[in-house]
């Protein structure tokens, strides 16, 4: 685990986009130096100065949160991080430490995070009235994960449907019978 995730502060992708997810903001960060260089990626962006950051050695810690039954509660940690973050928001006491950073993130950041049940597009939708020039980052770095599956489907379904027995469909009827074959249960007789 060390080796594959000990410098994972210091993927800019992957740090933008936490710190774009409303459930977790910039919580987790254990590197104060990666941190502030994701951030100021974020406010140039917002900007309109966009820069890739240079990849740096950086070291942190790893630490695993563990319930009183010796457990591993994934989220345990999470959640402490989260009643921190909502006691800073309650004290006001975490707005002066981003003075450097432009009005709309430093007040995106110093509101509390999200429950973890929530979706983040969906809360971006409910935030894109207070912070706009962000929401239109969020969207950027928040996309869906890409995947092959549907694609991998179609092909599937389209062996099944043009066998070698069936080897004679022209394109036309193919697609119809594909597209047929896909229709939800709904649809039919």
């Excluded at 010796?70 to 006691?87: F, N, P, R, V």
């Excluded at 983040?120 to 994960?145: C, D, H, Q, R, T």
């Excluded at 027995?165 to 896909?182: H, P, V, Y």
Aim: with cysteine; aromatic share 8%.
């Amino acid at each position: 685990m060390k080796k594959r995730f000990e410098l994972i502060e210091l993927n800019y992708l992957l740090s933008v986009s936490t710190i774009l997810d409303p459930r977790f903001k910039n919580i987790h960060f254990k590197d104060s130096v990666a941190l502030s260089k994701h951030l100021r990626f974020i406010n140039s962006s917002i900007n309109g100065m966009v820069s890739l950051p240079a990849e740096e050695d950086y070291h942190s810690t790893d630490s695993v949160s563990t319930s009183e039954s010796g457990t591993i509660d994934l989220w345990g940690h999470h959640k402490q991080l989260a009643q921190k973050s909502l006691k800073k928001y309650v004290d006001k006491t975490n707005i002066g430490n981003q003075k450097h950073l432009g009005p709309e993130l430093t007040m995106y950041l110093s509101t509390p995070v999200s429950s973890l049940k929530t979706d983040p597009l969906i809360s971006w939708e409910e935030l894109k009235p207070l912070y706009p020039f962000i929401y239109n980052l969020a969207l950027k770095y928040l996309s869906g994960v890409c995947t092959s599956v549907p694609s991998e489907r179609l092909f599937s379904c389209a062996s099944n449907t043009i066998s070698k027995t069936r080897n004679r469909l022209c394109g036309k009827s193919a697609s119809k019978l594909i597209f047929l074959n896909n229709l939800d249960d709904q649809f039919g007789p």
